[in-house]
């Protein structure tokens, strides 16, 4: 079962995955200013109302945008960067010999090595297998004669809410992959 609900901000900026408690909490305060996807997510229920004999119920969208606004604009914020992202967004692929590979041998590594200042970044780290990072090691990939068979990039605020890789319904994936640049690497 689903239990996650993709929180936006009133323009429909992806903000947070949150519970079904926080956003029945959203619904309860009256701060959802809209929502979406094919059908609630869950319908919560509450205590009996002694007068009218009904019982109080909440139903929860997988998609609910909240009224305010961000104190930051969040497309300036960059995606925090973690290995699973990272070889998702490069779809498992080496960034020296092209192949596919599982997950377990990938790794995440450093265009400019990391002994020698290359930061842990979207655009100094690409997916690559054993063999090409152990041939490549404590060097460029000029160094190397290695090109890359293509660049990094940083992911969009939507993109990264999809490359995490949490289990969602298909009505919010196709929510967010609507909205993917035209040059994502995720379509």
């Not at 909490?25 to 809209?34: F, I, K, M, R």
């Not at 139903?59 to 930051?72: E, K, M, N, S, T």
């Not at 990391?114 to 160094?143: F, H, I, Q």
Request: positive net charge.
């Amino acid at each position: 079962m689903h239990s996650t609900v993709l929180q936006l901000d009133i323009q429909g900026t992806p903000q947070a995955w949150i519970g079904l408690e926080e956003a029945a909490l959203h619904y309860a305060t009256g701060s959802v200013a809209w929502e979406d996807g094919a059908g609630p997510l869950a319908t919560l229920r509450g205590g009996w109302n002694t007068v009218t004999g009904r019982q109080s119920a909440i139903a929860v969208a997988p998609i609910v945008a909240v009224r305010g606004h961000a104190r930051r604009n969040l497309f300036d914020i960059v995606p925090g960067v973690t290995k699973s992202k990272l070889l998702r967004r490069d779809r498992h692929t080496c960034a020296y010999c092209g192949q596919v590979f599982g997950e377990r041998d990938l790794q995440a590594e450093h265009i400019v090595p990391d002994s020698r200042g290359g930061p842990y970044t979207w655009m100094n780290l690409v997916t690559a297998c054993g063999d090409c990072n152990a041939r490549k090691g404590n060097r460029t990939p000029e160094e190397a004669c290695m090109p890359l068979v293509y660049l990094p990039y940083v992911p969009t605020r939507f993109e990264s809410f999809l490359l995490e890789g949490r289990r969602i319904r298909a009505d919010v994936h196709a929510w967010l992959a609507a909205r993917l640049p035209k040059h994502s690497r995720l379509h």
